[in-house]
């Protein structure tokens, strides 16, 4: 049996994404989205917890999620968990989980001037030290014609339970 790392969240930025260029020229975009979960306790008492999970994305990827999303923006993020290490300044070995993007959906209100809300690609193990993966990026029009011509029963994410 083969191994399996896939991470799906669906909830709201906390902060713009950070983006910039790796010294050889790669793009990385990071941001950070809060899952909520509420429920409620066998006294009847209302419980919440929010969860911060840091995401990360590469190449073309990078540079579109920097064009669309914004914090409070919801989004739906499909990755892969990693967690990585780094020596920092004071010499002390530090440790980060994050979710390693590769597919986005952005929910609600688009930033003016942008046509695209759904972003993937075949990122794989995308890294600083791996070339630019291939993207599959389609303009929303495009997107919302090709369902039509593979007329599909239409799902609405609110009617998903989580």
Avoid at 29 to 34: N, Q
Avoid at 35 to 52: H, L, P, S
Avoid at 69 to 83: N, P
């Amino acid at each position: 049996m083969t191994d399996f790392n896939q991470a799906v969240v669906l909830g709201n930025l906390t902060r713009d994404p950070e983006f910039r260029y790796t010294p050889n020229g790669k793009a990385v975009a990071s941001f950070s989205i809060a899952t909520n979960r509420r429920w409620t306790t066998a006294e009847g008492q209302k419980q919440e917890d929010t969860q911060f999970h840091n995401i990360v994305t590469w190449g073309k990827l990078a540079e579109i999620a920097n064009q669309i999303l914004y914090k409070g923006r919801k989004a739906l993020v499909v990755g892969r968990i990693q967690t990585r290490s780094w020596d920092g300044q004071d010499g002390v070995k530090r440790y980060t989980t994050e979710i390693v993007a590769d597919h986005i959906s952005a929910l609600g209100q688009a930033k003016s001037g942008s046509n695209v809300d759904n972003i993937s690609g075949n990122v794989g193990n995308a890294g600083p030290a791996e070339s630019t993966p291939k993207q599959d990026i389609k303009p929303k029009k495009e997107i919302k014609k090709e369902e039509k011509e593979n007329e599909t029963e239409d799902v609405n994410l609110d009617d998903i339970p989580f």
